[in-house]
């Protein structure tokens, strides 16, 4: 009887097994199916997008209620912010920053990698400020200084109470503190990398809503104006939009076909910028790297990824993609370079990102009659690039930013929630599909450009068994 019932346990549990196995076997076939018809169909994408996003500003012209439940869902996201995002700078800059303090453990090439993309990120900062003060013609000094000198003080003193008194920056000084003592403590390390990775990996199943996202922003932005107004009469500050010229075109806010025009005009500014500096970074590599070829760089991966890209607004969605084409196609770049710079690229190259950041930063300022200066821009560009670091590569990044840099740039109280509705709703749609496209496009660049640097300099450190 004994052996019987063993018989039967064992039978039971070999049942069971096979059970779960078949389950996970459907799961992962389901998986592998949702990606490919995701990566075949992504170069439809960005049309349907476009589409959805006409769409959007068509329902919210026919439909108030429909305009005012949207409007109302974005106050809400706005009024949370301040309690949100310190909580979410946290959550994926501390991991970040342990990483990046831990590189010893990846080698002397680890550390030039960052080090490298660092340079990288201040460049396009620094183009992105002159490209922004060109385009909206902001003066080289504030107003009411007489020069650098005096400029620079009352600069510096409100940057100083800023970083003093503001939990934004709070949560950054936390996302430091934790991430040195995560270089000790191994276990809260990985706790912490579970959390952004968790963020990551929610990110990639976004896609499905992109178009769901793409319409509520068409609808969003068509009911600015009018609930702007209704806002700005209630509170009282006589704020009122202000025209916005750019290349020659002079744009009314005030109505809601001048702020659709003005969100277009917008998004366009931020594909130039970023198109620009990728094209720089493509010059700089045809020259660096000999076998690179620009032909087979557009036609194996541009036309595959851009698309996806574009998209989605998700970084983290194409890595695999961008690995899978760099492996195949540029076999020459070392797997120990391919994994580093490409595989965190979701996190390391934000070029376009920073770019998008003060090219919006122009628009909406200039929109709310804010002015602003080429040296106030370029004191900016320490704080959107630390904070770059710790984006988590997922649509609508640009709300890390949004807070810290308002109080930089010392926006008022009174003018601070338009400030933030206009920034937050903008960056929406168009711009975060041209940032992720510049960004991760950069990417695949820089591991051919490292490629040739750790050929030359630190191949002797390449671990036994690489391919």
């Known amino acids: 009887m004994n052996f019987g019932k063993t018989g039967d346990r064992t039978h039971t549990l070999d049942g069971a097994r096979h059970l779960a196995g078949t389950v996970l076997s459907?799961?992962?076939?389901?998986?592998?199916?949702?990606?490919?018809?995701?990566?075949?169909?992504?170069?439809?994408?960005?049309?349907?997008?476009?589409?959805?996003?006409?769409?959007g500003v068509g329902l919210g012209a026919v439909s108030e209620t429909l305009s005012n439940a949207v409007y109302r869902a974005a106050s809400t996201l706005i009024d949370g912010y301040a309690m949100f995002a310190p909580l979410l700078i946290f959550m994926v800059l501390a991991p970040v920053l342990s990483r990046i303090f831990s590189t010893k453990e990846?080698?002397?090439?680890?550390?030039?990698?960052?080090?490298?993309?660092?340079?990288?990120?201040?460049?396009?900062?620094?183009?992105?400020?002159?490209?922004t003060a060109a385009i909206f013609s902001f003066p080289v000094l504030?107003?009411?200084?007489?020069?650098i000198g005096q400029a620079f003080a009352i600069t510096l003193s409100s940057l100083l109470s800023t970083l003093t008194q503001s939990q934004f920056f709070w949560a950054i000084y936390a996302s430091i503190v934790i991430g040195l003592i995560a270089m000790k403590f191994k276990v809260l390390g990985r706790l912490l990398e579970k959390g952004v990775t968790s963020i990551e990996y929610v990110g990639q199943y976004m896609a499905p809503l992109v178009l769901i996202f793409m319409l509520a922003v068409g609808v969003y932005i068509q009911s600015l104006p009018a609930n702007l107004v209704d806002q700005i009469g209630i509170g009282g500050t006589g704020t009122v939009f202000q025209s916005v010229s750019i290349f020659g075109i002079t744009i009314d806010p005030n109505t809601a076909s001048g702020m659709v025009?003005?969100?277009?005009?917008?998004?366009?500014?931020v594909a130039i910028a970023c198109f620009a500096f990728h094209f720089g970074v493509l010059a700089w590599t045809k020259y660096r790297a000999k076998r690179f070829s620009v032909i087979n760089y557009f036609k194996h991966y541009w036309l595959r990824a851009y698309p996806?890209?574009?998209?989605?607004?998700?970084?983290?969605?194409?890595?695999?993609?961008?690995?899978?084409?760099l492996k195949k196609y540029a076999p020459y770049v070392r797997p120990t370079v391919r994994r580093l710079v490409g595989g965190a690229a979701a996190t390391l190259c934000t070029q376009g990102t920073l770019i998008c950041v003060f090219?919006?930063?122009?628009?909406?300022?200039?929109?709310?009659?804010?002015?602003?200066?080429?040296?106030?821009?370029?004191?900016?560009?320490?704080?959107?690039?630390?904070?770059?670091?710790?984006?988590?590569?997922?649509?609508?990044?640009?709300?890390?930013?949004?807070?810290?840099?308002?109080?930089?740039?010392g926006i008022s109280p009174a003018v601070l929630p338009l400030f933030l509705a206009l920034y937050l709703g903008l960056q929406l749609g168009l711009p975060d599909s041209f940032r992720t496209g510049g960004n991760m496009t950069d990417s695949y660049l820089f591991c051919i450009l490292l490629n040739e640097v750790y050929e030359k300099r630190f191949r002797a450190e390449e671990p036994k068994g690489e391919e």
């Open 26 to 55: 459907i799961v992962h076939l389901l998986n592998s199916l949702w990606h490919t018809i995701k990566t075949k169909a992504s170069i439809f994408l960005p049309l349907v997008s476009i589409l959805a996003l006409a769409a």
């Open 359 to 409: 090219v919006l930063i122009g628009l909406v300022a200039s929109m709310l009659g804010i002015h602003l200066s080429l040296f106030e821009l370029l004191l900016c560009i320490p704080v959107a690039f630390f904070i770059s670091f710790g984006i988590p590569g997922i649509p609508g990044e640009l709300l890390l930013f949004a807070g810290p840099l308002s109080l930089i740039l």
């Open 106 to 131: 990846r080698g002397k090439f680890g550390i030039y990698t960052v080090g490298w993309i660092a340079v990288a990120k201040l460049i396009a900062s620094m183009w992105a400020v002159l490209f």
């Open 308 to 325: 996806l890209l574009w998209s989605t607004s998700s970084e983290s969605l194409a890595t695999p993609l961008s690995l899978y084409i």
């Open 261 to 269: 025009t003005a969100y277009i005009m917008g998004s366009l500014l």
């Open 142 to 147: 504030p107003e009411g200084s007489a020069s």
